[in-house]
């Protein structure tokens, strides 16, 4: 009898705390979502496209250099706001992609009262460098156009690197070299005895070369495989020739001289055109290993580190 | 009516005869699939260049299509001959064409020189023969042309 009263009595117990907690789990589901509704209204009054977002985003971008995205961020912060720092970064992200005509512009705009003055006229230089139109580089250096005040002596390094570029007389060496600073000395050296003494082959020998023995030119532009090919095709030619004209066969002999003939007239022209795909080569290559240096050095321009610091 | 249904009896057998032909085993093909369409048209607008396309082609359908698609270069060799002497002239297009033949026998199969074109062939414009140095394309070896 006892018994069955405890029993009651827990049941009871047990069906109020049950219903106590799951009122206390009503209310709390109740406050979360509220207050999840209340928070969510504070964030939507964020304006995350907002001209400050949009400089703050776009500085974010250009400092992974995602310089694509960054441009359009800049760009809509710019009808708002003229900001040196934006413009100029701007810019720079516009030459980083190679929309080099706008990113002109942009640095144009930072030449006067502008304390990027300085930083604009260097990569309005450099971007010109790179639009490779070396003798209109040439020409602004003569003319000294918005040349930087501070920076002259780096402008003039990359007016020297036109020369080894293009294909037009080298200044003084004396002037060429000392022009730049001890530790570049030796290389800038190197490069500008390879442009005056390119390793070239020459045409003429390479041709005399081959109507001498013929696949000799070839080898000489070192073309081993063709040249020994040519060797032995019209030395297998010239031999069925003269084999058919011993045992009196006229015709036959006739058109493998014939055959003979144009393998040698032709070997003569392509071991000339084998020397110049050579020098072509040679040029490339010097070219490429110039560029690759200028890049290293960042084209002799200072690194704007302190804009993403 | 009796013939007339026999005719149609016999052509719709005869119909049905081409019909199986579809499900034939195939006979295998061992050419190398060319790797372009041929152009056709022959080039008229002067008597010399009518003869030389003219020739191409015909060596295109009696010998090259009929002997695979092996010449290892981009342009072909046939190509480059037609390109040669329209670029420059009969002599120097000749002349040309001989290099190439000769680049193209080369006994050593040594190639490491020449790029590769997209169609997996070696590249070899005619530009780079006319021997005027500041037309020449130098592309190393290692790209690809496109």
Known sequence: MLNNKIKSAYIISAKALARFSRMIFIAAILITNISSSIIAQVTEEVNLFSPVNRLKFGNHLFCNKDYLRAIDEYREYLKFSNNDTARFKFALSLAAIGRATEALDNYKGLFFSSIFSEQARMEFYKVNFLMEDYQKFRSLCTMQSYLPEKHKSEIVRLNFFTYLIDDIYLPDSAEFINSFDAEDKSEVADFYLRKKYPPYKSTVKAAILSAIIPGAGKIYTEDYAEGITAFIATGVLSFIAYNNFTNNHKLRGTLFAGLAVLSYAGNIYGSAASAQIYNAGIRFNFESEVKLYLNKKNYFIPVHNFLCN | ?146
């Open chain 2, 1 to 146: 009516m009796k013939y007339l249904f026999i005719i149609i009896i016999t052509a719709n057998i005869l119909c049905a005869q081409t019909d199986w032909v579809k499900w034939e085993a195939a006979e295998p093909s061992y050419e190398i699939p060319v790797s372009q369409e041929r152009n056709f048209r022959v080039d008229n607008s002067t008597i010399g260049s009518l003869i030389i396309t003219g020739a191409t082609k015909i060596y295109h359908i009696m010998v090259s299509d009929v002997d695979g698609d092996n010449c290892p270069f981009y342009p072909s060799c046939s190509e480059f001959f037609v390109e040669g002497v329209k670029s420059t002239n009969l002599f120097q297009g000749g002349l040309m064409f001989i290099d190439r033949f000769t680049r193209d026998i080369n006994f050593f199969k040594s190639r490491n020189k020449y790029p590769l074109h997209v169609s997996g062939k070696l590249y070899d414009p005619v530009v780079n023969y006319t021997l005027k140095f500041h037309n020449i394309t130098y592309i190393p070896h290692d790209h690809i042309v496109k």
